[in-house]
């Protein structure tokens, strides 16, 4: 089975994927990696041209992003290249994953299930897991039940947004499957319809036409819904929400097992808690947040003015209530209440 797996490249991971998973596509975190760069070079600003790197699809937009930030700072360009594009940049992806994924964030999911167990042992924790899991499953599988389209929700909006911007695309093909795309202010781009590439690289990396093959295709009059990769479609999807994980009872209902030592045969051995002096304080719950991790609030609201009622800004910052008027009328309620 082919997996992919985006870590934020801790040594001791990245030791067991080479060892365990040594055939598994691995690529890393952008954002990790950025959080590393701005570290590493304190005061530089390459936010936009990074992302435009990580972003690229092709290999000219990715070495013109990179040309641009070893305008900036060529150490900080040196230090990116000792990465492999393969792992951080779309224009190294592999292109039989189908997925245009650059960051990890989809773990804080993963980290919102164990916030409440995150301090119990360790097979309780699993178990937690495991029941995230056996419902998480079922719920997927059911919804995709209720799906009529053979394409997947995502799937079908790349595609609608592509076939928006193909819209302002020009085609240009003689005899055969290869055309010429070209819009106003971009570099134009050839679209070979039978092989599935366009130099663009989205539709390699994503596995969903780009607006330059939509508009290519629509040209010769097919229907962009069926160039769509079989990875994002219905049918994948329940396929990959197929299985089931059995509720199990708990453990005190669980049978004795009982075996005589042989090579073929492992003895079940009690395991006792480990013997662990608690530390000081009370017991640590919340993960260590990264550099340059933002807090997130759940706190929703607007000021709204108390003189002129409007949302938005406050009393002092009022445009409708000028400062000379504020400043009078405050004189006066000063006035007043010294006579009284």
């Known amino acids: 089975?082919?997996?992919?797996?985006?870590?934020?490249?801790?040594?001791?991971?990245?030791?067991?994927?080479?060892?365990?998973?040594?055939?598994?596509?691995?690529?890393?975190?952008?954002?990790?990696?950025?959080?590393?760069?701005?570290?590493?070079?304190?005061?530089?600003?390459?936010?936009?041209?990074?992302?435009?790197?990580?972003?690229?699809?092709?290999?000219?937009?990715?070495?013109?992003?990179?040309?641009?930030?070893?305008?900036?700072?060529?150490?900080?360009?040196?230090?990116?290249?000792?990465?492999?594009?393969?792992?951080?940049?779309?224009?190294g992806f592999d292109h039989h994953v189908k997925s245009d994924h650059v960051t990890n964030n989809m773990t804080k999911s993963f980290n919102k299930w164990v916030d409440e167990v995150r301090d119990k042992p360790f097979l309780t924790i699993l178990e937690h897991i495991r029941r995230q899991l056996m419902v998480r499953m079922l719920k997927k599988y059911q919804l995709g039940e209720t799906w009529q389209d053979h394409l997947t929700p995502y799937a079908r909006e790349r595609l609608n947004q592509s076939s928006n911007e193909a819209k302002r695309i020009k085609v240009f093909g003689g005899r055969g499957e290869l055309f010429e795309c070209c819009q106003a202010g971009y570099r134009n781009f050839l679209v070979h319809i039978t092989y599935g590439t366009c130099e663009y690289g989205m539709w390699q990396v994503s596995g969903v036409p780009c607006k330059h093959a939509v508009a290519a295709i629509l040209h010769k009059g097919g229907q962009p819904e069926n160039y769509v990769h079989h990875y994002l479609t219905k049918e994948s999807f329940m396929m990959t929400y197929m299985g089931t994980i059995n509720p199990i009872p708990d453990e005190c209902a669980w049978p004795e097992v009982e075996a005589e030592p042989s090579p073929n045969v492992v003895v079940p051995v009690k395991v006792g808690s480990p013997d662990i002096k608690a530390p000081v304080g009370r017991p640590k719950k919340k993960r260590t947040k990264e550099p340059g991790e933002t807090k997130l609030t759940n706190k929703r609201f607007t000021i709204k003015c108390s003189a002129c009622r409007c949302l938005g800004h406050n009393k002092r910052?009022?445009?409708?209530?000028?400062?000379?008027?504020?400043?009078?009328?405050?004189?006066n309620r000063t006035s007043s209440s010294a006579h009284v």
């Open 317 to 331: 910052g009022c445009p409708n209530f000028p400062k000379t008027t504020r400043t009078i009328e405050g004189s």
């Open 1 to 91: 089975m082919s997996v992919t797996i985006i870590s934020d490249r801790q040594k001791g991971l990245l030791w067991g994927l080479e060892k365990y998973w040594p055939n598994a596509s691995t690529r890393y975190c952008a954002r990790h990696i950025f959080a590393n760069l701005k570290c590493k070079f304190t005061g530089l600003n390459v936010t936009g041209l990074f992302w435009k790197a990580c972003r690229a699809a092709n290999q000219y937009d990715f070495e013109r992003a990179m040309s641009q930030i070893r305008a900036k700072d060529q150490n900080c360009c040196e230090w990116l290249r000792k990465i492999p594009p393969a792992q951080w940049s779309r224009s």
